[in-house]
């Protein structure tokens, strides 16, 4: 008999993974702020490989409100294994010369997608997450329409990491910006013993049969806390941009390598 | 100064309670299955005040995915303050001859909603509880279509407590039928010492401007599990009616005391 | 057959309470940090039937790592209906002229605990609370020394509480004081519908067979953070006093009422 | 300016990875079961390189429930980095012709712990546990004595995973056996894209200054359910051999790669 898996724990049938195997599919509800910060606490944030963007003290703040399946599609009919939420901080840059973005911290609240999120390069933190949700009857739901406001808040590790207000104003001719250009993390996993990490990579995220609706476009309040365990005071906002909000969905194969992090001494 | 709140913690301002005042608006995604179980087992859930209903086996098992708010709505853009799932087991009865139907277990994954509950008469517990959602993009989601299935899940206490799948077939005519008739909960709230609750009352639930979506018909597939605190084997499912999947939402300002309950030693 | 239960849900076996019937065994361990505030924002917290302490902005925050079970112990053999954890603030006060403590705020982690608060006048909500632990083995464990390190978190509804570390000196003479005069808190139920409650009466908490450790005691650190639900600005620290750490049990049989408030519209 | 970190997220100061630098200390109170099941079902869940052990159906079912910290100590005092709980599953087998053990299936209750786990080649999912604890004041709390009954539980993706009573007889000669040879788990990451794992490895891991209390033995009960996303009925118990209560702390820096397991390609 063979051991199987995706990803461990191996087992006979396959099954017990924490990650099914790729492609996934994903369909999400995202609430997007945008703002500038201190550029230099950006470009403090990015790898030797990448350098500062256009505008580069610009910063996504997203919450995305998943549900994600395998091609079989069998976690929608169970859905503690396809629902999640996620709060993830986006700073744009450029890779040779190419505009890129790239995700700097991310919490969501679900272990599969943590682990699937490690996989492909985003360094997921577990938290708490809320995001006001559209509803088909009833009051207590906003609409799509100008004025409604749409809220969002994190917390994790007993830390209050972030709240935000989107006031609904007009659908928007642009969507948002920072996290547009093809995002670029690092994928990072320690070795059995000493200071160089087995994989410590940068890699290109992909997807396709990608499906938006309308985005509609708002003010955007949001306040990052002073006691996080990372130094979110230091990409906190010094200009609001513009707020979004829209349905969003893809699928996702893996992800592309494009260089190999240089394996210095990083963890002194 | 003056303490204030509908609710404790009573605090200068008000806004420190748990619950704040009536009426709250609700809006929300239903997932039931109906089911025949024992008869005499739904009559041991009842009170001395409730008879047996025409089809006395026949129970509704609920996943309700929620929004609600105040009337002023400022829980909406505070999501943490307005979303919750919770899943409940309601009977079917007879008071005064009339049709009733009675919440015997419930279970929330929110404080203001388990607090809430209670001053209804749903004597909530907490529980962790996921339901399949609709998307508007992407692969990641089922449609209203025939053959889309929609799943739920609930543990509480470190217990399974229910999993349940519905599959859909067509738009129903009659939909759901056993939680129908007015729901009539027992409000209990034991004294400060002894046996005798200080409250302990047969209320009628009501609420108005209610709205409803189509609600979509199909088979239902539902296990209660064995190891809970709560004796659900009891009333386990015997034969599978149908299942049904909609949005509803209405507005609550209180419910209406229809009996007191004797008040004999239940304690012992 | 009748329905059982001390609180609902009722049950023909009697087991389904959300809570037990008293009486209740409690042991637990504790990490306290005293501290002065304005005295008019304590004030403005009090019952019309509760005068100012003595030193009237005194304030104890307290956190509280519990097992508690029922007289015949069935629940520390299935430990998730036994342990909790919570945070409370409470203040001094006087009544009919002798000295008295109040909880103000509290939050707990468990539904059981949650409920048992409130038929007991403490209004609590949930929230994620951590307490340092000793352990028997190994090195990341404080011990009971001079230099020691205790600290403790809490947030609730995605907001941070509080913060406190106390560092541990030499074994007290005196112990806490803030929390030492008999609680007074106030139970209170809405009604079916309308603005006066059905129960709202000033308790006093009692318990008997109390075991306490040695008390250690030391400086203390506590923050308590701006963007929470209630106004806990209002009573932040103006001056630390002592931090304390022991362990404390006893078991409570239920509380006396002695007073009823006055039932004003409080909702408003 | 350099990004720093043994794990991502890396930042400029080092202080935001999920995962300080190794060494770690831990200290822990440990709760075990161990039993016999179909040695046929234990000779699946190994790899290749690893045999059956001399008993080859005994398994550990083993509650942990633990505080751990970098070797400065400072997670000690905020507990949410330093605390969690797990419930995992061991097998023996042979390497090269020696006894070692192995975990096959486990689940925690932090995110950190999630993530150092998967570094040392443990498969961690995450899950709710709970497990009896002594306290040093009160009744509610087993004393360790004849008779004396600790419990536990653990449920993950709304589902029962186990529930285990140990009731203490007398201090043990020979502790627990199973766990006892040196574990040789899978490290295991996955690649970019494509069915060849990036780090695929076994590895045996140490552990220094170990210290352990006197270790109870009793009588042990067992439940594994059967409706897991892992196949544990297949390792459910047979016959019970007898459980364990003790405390245990040591201090880890890494694990030892002793073999690189063959890539074949295992996701289908």
Redesign the interface.
């Known amino acids: 008999?063979?051991?199987?898996?995706?990803?461990?724990?191996?087992?006979?049938?396959?099954?017990?993974g924490?990650?099914p195997?790729?492609p996934?599919?994903?369909?999400?509800?995202f609430l997007i702020a945008e703002y500038r910060t201190d550029p230099n606490a950006v470009?403090?944030?990015?790898?030797p490989e990448l350098g500062p963007a256009e505008d580069p003290g610009a910063v996504a703040a997203i919450f995305a409100d998943?549900?994600?399946?395998s091609v079989d599609?069998h976690e929608?009919?169970?859905?503690?294994?396809?629902?999640y939420r996620e709060f993830f901080i986006v700073v744009g840059a450029k890779f040779n010369g190419r505009p890129v973005s790239r995700c700097?911290?991310?919490w969501v609240d679900?272990?599969f997608a943590?682990?699937r999120g490690?996989?492909?390069g985003f360094?997921k933190?577990?938290g708490?997450?809320?995001?006001?949700?559209l509803?088909?009857?009833?009051?207590?739901?906003?609409r799509l329409e100008p004025g409604a406001?749409?809220?969002?808040?994190?917390?994790a590790?007993?830390?209050?990491v972030a709240?935000m207000?989107v006031t609904l104003e007009h659908v928007s001719k642009t969507g948002p910006t920072v996290n547009d250009p093809p995002m670029h993390n690092?994928?990072?996993?320690?070795?059995?013993?000493?200071d160089r990490p087995?994989?410590f990579?940068l890699?290109r995220a992909g997807g396709y049969?990608r499906?938006?609706?309308e985005v509609w476009e708002g003010s955007a309040e949001l306040?990052l806390?002073d006691?996080t365990?990372?130094?979110l005071q230091?990409i906190a906002p010094r200009e609001m941009l513009r707020g979004y909000r829209f349905?969003?969905?893809?699928?996702v194969?893996?992800?592309?390598?494009v260089a190999q992090h240089q394996q210095?001494a990083?963890?002194?």
């Open positions: 008999m063979t051991l199987r898996g995706y990803t461990a724990p191996l087992s006979p049938d396959g099954r017990a924490i990650v195997p790729p996934w599919h994903y369909s999400g509800d470009a403090a944030l990015l790898p998943w549900q994600s399946c599609l929608l009919e169970d859905p503690i294994q396809s629902q700097v911290y991310i679900k272990d943590m682990y490690w996989i492909q360094p933190k577990l708490s997450i809320h995001m006001t949700r509803f088909a009857a009833g009051r207590a739901t906003p406001r749409f809220g969002a808040t994190c917390t590790n007993d830390r209050q709240r207000v690092t994928r990072h996993f320690p070795a059995a013993a000493g087995d994989v990579e890699v049969d499906d938006v609706t306040r806390y006691d365990l990372e130094d230091a349905s969003f969905g893809y699928t194969g893996g992800v592309e390598v210095e990083l963890m002194t």
